[in-house]
């Protein structure tokens, strides 16, 4: 079945890199995602990549792609208390997109 | 131009008593699906209309749970006999076909059922 896995929390101080990590089992996925959501708000989309990539970078974000062992990957560069939030991985099923349980980033002073 | 949003933000309601939650997709979008978030955990999934397809309801929970869109736009989500374990974040989001397919979401209605 499609499950998609995240590590629930992940503590950095502000400046430093942050790595968000997810593993997905749907080898088939065409593209993967990862979603920010803000307290109290939707969710947005960040960035994606499609599954014949195995890195895209834009700006401060990096993601990074393994498809052998079905691994995702964000990496936010210089990172600051704005991105403090829950970041949700996703991969596309069939006709519908399948999250993470997401991963909420706490970053401090 | 406008999102899609979502009414109302909040709804309290007692156990037993039905609830209607509303989204606007974005226009033009012929996907609409809804999620519930609880809290502490991740997005579930729980219908998804496309076009004029039949809509996958494979992520209901229970019958007690439904969904039409009208019109290929505004779809509403009912919860008959509402439960304490129904209370969560109920989120819409729209999209187009083709290309990376983003999902726009919505705000979410935050359901309390007490």
């Known amino acids: 079945g499609e499950d998609v896995e995240q590590s629930l929390f992940l503590s950095v101080r502000e400046g430093d890199s942050s790595v968000i990590n997810c593993t997905y089992t749907?080898?088939?996925?065409?593209?993967l995602y990862w979603y920010k959501q803000e307290p109290g708000a939707g969710l947005q989309l960040l960035t994606y990549i499609f599954s014949n990539m195995d890195m895209k970078q834009d700006q401060r974000l990096t993601v990074l792609l393994n498809k052998k062992d079905k691994h995702l990957s964000l990496r936010i560069a210089d990172t600051q208390t704005g991105d403090s939030a829950i970041y949700f991985c996703?991969?596309?099923?069939?006709?519908?997109?399948?999250f993470g349980t997401g991963t909420r980033l706490q970053v401090f002073p | 131009g406008a999102g899609v949003s979502q009414s109302p933000s909040n709804k309290v309601t007692e156990k037993g008593k039905d609830v209607e939650l509303r989204c606007d997709p974005i226009?033009?979008?012929?996907?609409l699906y809804w999620y519930r978030q609880s809290l502490g955990q991740g997005l579930e999934f729980l219908i998804y209309f496309q076009g004029n397809s039949a809509p996958d309801k494979s992520g209901l929970p229970s019958d007690r749970f439904s969904a039409e869109r009208t019109g290929g736009s505004v779809s509403t989500l009912t919860i008959q006999r509402t439960q304490q374990e129904d209370s969560a974040v109920y989120l819409c989001?729209?999209?187009?076909?083709?290309?990376?397919?983003?999902?726009?979401f919505g705000p979410g209605t935050r359901l309390t059922v007490l």
């Open positions: 749907d080898s088939s996925s065409t593209y």
């Open positions: 226009s033009g979008h012929t996907a």
């Open positions: 989001a729209s999209s187009s076909t083709g290309g990376y397919n983003e999902q726009f």
């Open positions: 996703a991969e596309r099923g069939t006709d519908k997109l399948i």
